[in-house]
């Protein structure tokens, strides 16, 4: 991507990794890349950290930009979006991260036909391991998608997703996914822990477990079924761990948890003011 000008509303967690990742992969320079906070302490420090221009004027920060990141929470879009409204153009690329706001709904807050894409990334985007989901709104074109994904590749991988519908299971599997892994490392530290190793060695270990057997997941491009089999070894000690996971409903918990996370994303999705 040729280097273009970009505002980023918003240099919170994600707006902030998004923005490393830019200048990382030169994308942009610290004098085409800008962003925004709520507050002046704030833009000072994300200035000082950044090394990029940083204002609390949003609409100072869009005017003349080719790509405008909306990287707010779904309570702050409606105030965004206003204070927007008359400054973005239809010449410009909106890219929304805030989780259960629709398209249509950062679309007929700006008023025109904006090229809107709504990206879903995660917080290990803080270190280049992240996962996006991206998907077009009604005006947005193949280049606006490319784009997009050139900008969140730069922070880990990215996928697109053509039915808008499934950004909400998305949210709930990929961007909620990092706290079922937090969980499921301190649980398995805990066990480490309860037969005897020291707490800080239990964790580097069920950490790294979780990290290279992921790893190896996309690597391989196996299922995860098969690579389950291949440390199950016949009357091992694996398959009386995994008869204990099982017992305990680890494998049913999971579930429950992406549909329950997925379903409060439609509701928040059919009203993003709630």
């Known amino acids: 991507m040729t280097k273009r000008s970009i505002a980023i509303v918003g240099l919170g967690t ?13 994308l942009a320079t610290r004098e085409t890349l800008a962003g925004s906070t709520a507050h002046p302490e704030t833009a000072a420090e994300a200035a000082r950290r950044l090394g990029i221009p940083v204002t609390c004027d949003n609409r100072t920060l869009v005017r003349g930009k080719d790509i405008v990141v909306l990287a707010v929470k779904p309570k702050t879009m409606p105030k965004v979006l206003s204070e927007l409204r008359e400054v973005v153009l239809p010449s410009q690329l909106v890219i929304s991260v805030a989780a259960a706001t629709p398209t249509r709904f950062v ?13 879903m990334p995660n917080t290990p985007c803080r270190i280049g391991l992240g996962m996006t989901a991206i998907c077009p709104g009604r005006h947005a074109r193949p280049e606006h998608l490319k784009a997009a994904r050139e900008l969140f590749s730069s922070v880990g991988r ?28 301190e649980a398995l530290a805990e066990g480490g822990v309860k037969m005897g190793l020291p707490r800080k060695l239990a964790t580097e270990l069920a950490a790294q477990a979780i990290l290279g057997g992921a790893a190896l997941v996309l690597e391989s491009g196996e299922h995860p079924a098969l690579l389950k089999d291949d440390v199950t070894t016949p009357a091992g000690v694996t398959i009386d761990g995994i008869m204990a996971l099982e017992e305990g409903g680890l494998r049913v918990a999971l579930i429950r948890a992406v549909m329950a996370a997925t379903e409060r994303g439609k509701a928040l999705s059919q009203n993003p003011l709630s």
Do not use: F, W
């Open 14 to 26: 994600i707006g902030a990794a998004l923005a490393s990742g830019i200048l990382k992969a030169g």
């Open 107 to 119: 679309e007929e807050g700006l008023g025109k036909p904006i090229p809107v894409v709504r990206a």
């Open 158 to 185: 990215v996928a697109q997703i053509e039915d808008e519908e499934l950004m909400d299971a998305v949210t709930a599997l990929s961007g909620s996914g990092p706290a079922y892994a937090y969980i499921i490392v």
